[in-house]
């Protein structure tokens, strides 16, 4: 076998590929730290229908004559497939569709596996952090991470909740507010939405109204002490026992500690004094 033959092999093992696809060549790009990796299939071979999933429909066409993913890295190098994109005649639509490719989810611009490697980075950094790692737009990044929050949050079902809480936290350097409710069971964010005033607690109960839930079955609603969370929870929860968290509640008292002990040290100077060692 021809070093370059075993060389597109190796390629074509990495990529996982399966027939009718395989690796016809490759581009290394070395100013640019690039490589380039272009596939074809076999013009017998079947696809599945991108459209209703259907497996092994034939080939009719090539509606794109080149599509280009990203990929993960080979070695240091930026690496990209690039394949035509078929289309098959589909049993079961009884149309002639686009045909997916194993390597990626329709109308995405990267490979799944270089999506998998983002969804983990956005777990534990911000996304534009990841962007940097990945060497990648965030834009692109973010339309990746929307798609699969989506998909996710679509089959999301709501209709065991009963103890959730609600706190707020700043967006953008502390100039927008977010409120993200809890299922205190999941220990899971199941809602988040922008805001801290009362309608944040409708919108809650609209989002439980749309996942198979209802206002009803929360027993217990947890919270700071915001007049806005007290009033949201009485309006839109009114069979929900309302608590409020032992952080928001020490912290208020700790504030109350500080102030008194603030008063008696501009009342009894001595206070102010440092303490006298003995030893
Ligand atoms: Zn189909």
Request: aromatic share 10%.
């Amino acid at each position: 076998m021809k070093t370059n033959e075993q060389d597109l092999e190796m390629y074509q093992a990495a990529l996982q590929l399966e027939y009718p696809w395989y690796v016809i060549r490759k581009e290394f790009d070395l100013n640019n730290g690039r490589l380039d990796i272009y596939l074809d299939f076999d013009r017998k071979g079947n696809f599945p229908c991108a459209t209703c999933g259907t497996k092994n429909q034939p080939f009719y066409d090539i509606v794109v004559k080149e599509r280009v993913w990203r990929h993960l890295d080979f070695w240091q190098y930026t690496s990209f497939l690039h394949a035509p994109l078929p289309r098959v005649r589909c049993e079961q639509c009884d149309k002639v569709k686009a045909a997916s490719v194993s390597w990626s989810r329709p109308g995405s611009g990267f490979t799944e596996l270089f999506e998998f490697r983002v969804l983990e980075l956005v777990k534990e950094m911000p996304v534009n952090a990841a962007a940097r790692i990945m060497r990648e737009h965030d834009t692109r990044l973010w339309r990746t991470l929307r798609f699969y929050v989506d998909k996710e949050l679509e089959k999301q079902d709501l209709s065991k909740v009963t103890k959730v809480a609600i706190d707020e936290t700043s967006s953008k350097r502390g100039h927008q507010y977010v409120s993200l409710v809890v299922d205190i069971q999941q220990r899971k964010v199941i809602f988040a939405t922008e805001g801290k005033d009362a309608s944040t607690l409708k919108r809650f109960k609209a989002e439980l109204e749309t996942k198979n839930g209802a206002a009803e079955q929360i027993e217990e609603f947890c919270s700071d002490l915001s007049p806005a969370f007290i009033q949201g929870v009485k309006t839109h929860f009114p069979n929900a026992n309302h608590t409020f968290d032992k952080f928001h509640i020490l912290k208020l008292i700790n504030e109350a500690v500080d102030e008194v002990r603030r008063q008696e040290q501009r009342e009894i100077p001595e206070l102010k004094k440092k303490p006298v060692c003995l030893a």
